[in-house]
């Protein structure tokens, strides 16, 4: 076992791991980082990684012999070659100097590696009193029934044909949030179902895809999905909408929980603090 978890878990302030992102903290243990690390040797999916689903191979990867883990911190550095390659360290720490030594760490490997981008990211307790960066929040189906969307939400499918063309302009237009690559996975038909609104018989608004798979331990989660409003149609409620009816899809189909990422101060983010999430914490990620 590399990892001592004596050594590990006083420093996880966020539950997040490397090539892996957010997980629920009961599935934070000191076998999930053995996992990654494994990983990193076979380049394998992990069977619970939220990018398998998208099939071909793991890009990300912890460099593995370059670890710090030590009684009081821990460094875990990831490359990936996508685009003009990325290191990528983690910094697991309380004292002041933890986001100094990882840059160090990162601008080093990044020039080992050959690749143009170093960063480090930085995880924050929930505590944390003026955060930047990503909130990590749960949303918990146990919790209580998830209200009705109260709204024109229905899977792409089921609108008529008239509408379900003009999901490819609005995939197009929102491509910068994902949308065209959901395009591309709908198409294939290997992706659960996107839930769409429309107005005027034209989709404005879409939210997927929707998938329950099991985490690390087993419990069903409700994966994240792509979500975007396009801008001429916000302020109207339909991101609350089309959200609320991904959470009552997950919850009717079984999901225990789902985790979400949102731009500290975003939409999304004060919609998830207006809707009850439960902050897990933050992410902040720097240049090196």
């Known amino acids: 076992m590399f990892f001592r978890w004596d ?12 090539t892996l992102g957010p997980v629920h903290p009961d599935v934070l ?3 999930l980082f053995e996992d990654v690390l494994r990983a990193a040797d076979t380049g394998d ?9 998208w099939g071909g191979e793991k890009d990300e990867k912890v460099l593995r012999e370059d670890v710090v883990h030590q009684p009081e911190h821990t460094l875990i550095p990831t490359l990936t070659r996508r685009g003009r390659g990325t290191v990528k360290v983690f910094a697991y720490g309380l004292r002041d100097t933890i986001v100094d030594e990882a840059a160090e760490l990162a601008a080093k490997l990044a020039a080992a590696h050959d690749v143009v981008n170093a960063r480090v990211v930085h995880p924050l307790g929930p505590e944390t009193t003026h955060p930047r960066g990503t909130r990590i929040q ?20 089921d609108w008529l044909a008239t509408v379900q063309n003009t999901f490819a302009p609005f995939a197009e237009a929102m491509a910068g949030d994902g949308l065209a690559f959901l395009h591309t996975q709908m198409q294939t038909g290997q992706c659960g179902p996107v839930l769409a609104a429309a107005i005027e018989n034209r989709i404005v608004g879409a939210i997927g895809p929707m998938e329950v798979r099991p985490d690390a331990i087993g419990r069903p989660q409700l994966m994240p999905q792509y979500f975007a409003v396009l801008p001429e149609t916000r302020g109207q409620g339909l991101g609350r909408v089309l959200w609320r009816a991904a959470m009552r899809w997950g919850q009717s189909h079984g999901a225990a929980y789902q985790l979400l990422q949102t731009e500290v101060g975003g939409p999304s983010d004060r919609l998830c603090q207006a809707e009850g999430l439960t902050s897990l914490g933050f992410t902040h990620t720097a240049l090196a």
């Open 138 to 157: 749960l949303k918990d189906f146990a919790a209580g029934p998830c209200p009705d969307p109260g709204g024109p939400v229905r899977p792409v499918t």
């Open 7 to 18: 050594w590990l878990r006083p420093v996880l302030t966020a539950p997040i791991v490397p």
């Open 29 to 31: 243990t000191v076998g």
């Open 45 to 53: 999916f992990l069977p619970y990684d939220k990018d398998r689903r």
